[in-house]
Each structure stands twice: as structure tokens, then as C-alpha cells.
């Protein structure tokens, strides 16, 4: 099984700033990443596939990256309603796996 | 439009089963590749199962040894996933998560959720 470490935990920023969160593989996935975003309360919602593929409706503001083991989605400037919880998955190899989630909250 | 409808939620005693319906409307239950995710609370996404459409067969997760069903009514479009022999720490909210079949193995689409309780 693929184990995905998303890193880090907890991304404290303000408004306006840019978020860089991680995503590593604990082995070669290629381009297969996924990005969801999650609110309180609901589904998680599509953001990137494969690795740097917006999703339908996805402001340009997202973005992603990376190949192999390591990627990441940048937010280039945070918005009000992009503070919320971010996970990856891969789509690689069964099982589908996905990482422990980044909170990215107000600071 | 795709919209996924789950039933609603459920309180189970240890031991016991659940099932737990997913509703698609606005595409075919053949157009799309069905999966489940469970999060149990304040804990990250769980993969449990869902269909592979290279090979036509539903794949489970190895946690879920025996105790895991998935099934699909396409004279409803409407999907199933019934967890056996229940225990804590399946409790949990349950999504049915889709994409189309073209491109599988991630999800455009997401149903509501159906939080099961399991407590004596």
C-alpha cells in the first residue's frame, strides 16, 4: 500500500498570503495525485488530478505540482473561503490511499 | 448536473450491519466508476472500496476483510455499500464518491454523507 505523508499538519496564514502544502509518496506514483479540499461539514470537493489538472470551476489561484514521490499545491494568494482542509490521494496503484490532510487555518 | 443522494443516518450496536444507498442522478450508474470513502470523526478520508473499470470488478480494502459489500441497482442507478459485523470504530460519516469511468480512480462527484453511529 502507498502511504501518503502530507506535511505540514497545520499551515497558519493570513489572507493574501500564498500556501505551499506537501504531499509525498512512499514510492513512485508518477503523476497520479489527487488535491480535495474539505470544509466543516461537507464533501470533499475536486481541485487537481494528476498531479496539475484544475478540476471543472477551479479559480486559477490553485495549483499543482510534482511527479514521482513528491508534489504540491500552491494557493498563490489565500482568499476567505480557501481556509478549510486539504487532502491528497493516489490514484496509482490499488488500494486508492490518502494522506492525513493539511489544515490550513487564519492566522 | 450529477448528484449524489445518500440515506440517512444510522445507529448500529456492535455486531450488527448496515447499508447505506447512494442515488445517482443526471448520469448513468454505467457511465461512472462508484467508489466508497468513510472519515471517521476528526480523522482523514478512508478509501474502502469501489469498482475498476479495466477490469469490471469491484475492489475492497484489505481492512475490510469479508465484512465489506458493494453492490449496484442500474434499474435505479442507485449503489450500495453494506459493512458487516460493526464495531466502534466504524463509526464514521460514509460518502459514495464518482468519477467517470474514462477517468477513474478520483472523484468529481460526492455525495452528502451518511454519519453510522455504532454504540451500545
Known amino acids: 500500500e502507498i502511504v501518503l505523508t502530507q506535511s505540514p499538519a497545520t499551515l497558519s496564514l493570513s489572507p493574501g498570503e500564498r500556501a505551499t502544502l506537501s504531499c509525498r509518496a512512499s514510492?513512485?506514483?508518477?503523476?497520479?495525485l489527487v488535491w480535495y479540499q474539505q470544509k466543516p461539514g461537507q464533501a470533499p470537493r475536486l481541485l487537481v488530478y494528476?498531479?496539475?489538472k484544475r478540476a471543472t470551476g477551479i479559480p486559477a489561484r490553485f495549483s499543482g505540482s510534482g511527479s514521482g514521490t513528491d508534489f504540491t499545491l500552491t494557493i498563490s494568494s489565500l482568499e476567505p473561503e480557501d481556509f478549510a482542509v486539504y487532502h491528497c490521494?493516489?490514484?496509482?496503484?490499488?488500494?486508492?490511499?490518502f494522506g492525513g490532510g493539511t489544515r490550513v487555518e487564519i492566522k | 448536473q450529477v448528484q449524489l443522494v445518500q440515506s440517512g443516518a444510522e445507529v448500529k450496536k456492535p455486531g450488527a450491519s448496515v447499508k447505506v444507498s447512494c442515488k445517482v442522478s443526471?448520469?448513468?450508474?454505467?457511465?461512472?466508476?462508484m467508489h466508497w470513502v468513510r472519515q471517521a470523526p476528526g480523522k482523514g478520508l478512508e478509501w474502502m472500496g469501489g469498482?475498476?473499470?479495466?477490469?469490471?470488478?469491484?475492489i475492497y480494502a484489505q481492512k475490510f476483510p469479508g465484512r465489506i459489500t458493494m453492490t449496484e441497482d442500474k434499474s435505479t442507478d442507485t449503489t450500495y455499500m453494506e459493512l458487516n459485523s460493526l464495531r466502534s470504530d466504524d463509526t464514521a460519516v460514509y460518502y459514495c464518491?464518482?468519477?467517470?469511468?474514462?477517468?477513474?480512480?478520483?472523484?468529481?462527484?460526492w455525495g452528502q454523507g451518511t454519519l453510522v453511529t455504532v454504540s451500545s
Open positions: 494528476d498531479a496539475s
Open positions: 443526471g448520469y448513468s450508474l454505467t457511465e461512472l466508476s
Open positions: 490521494q493516489q490514484r496509482s496503484n490499488w488500494p486508492l490511499t
Open positions: 464518491a464518482a468519477g467517470p469511468v474514462t477517468s477513474w480512480g478520483f472523484f468529481d462527484y
Open positions: 514510492q513512485s506514483i508518477g503523476g497520479y
Open positions: 469498482f475498476d473499470p479495466e477490469d469490471g470488478e469491484t
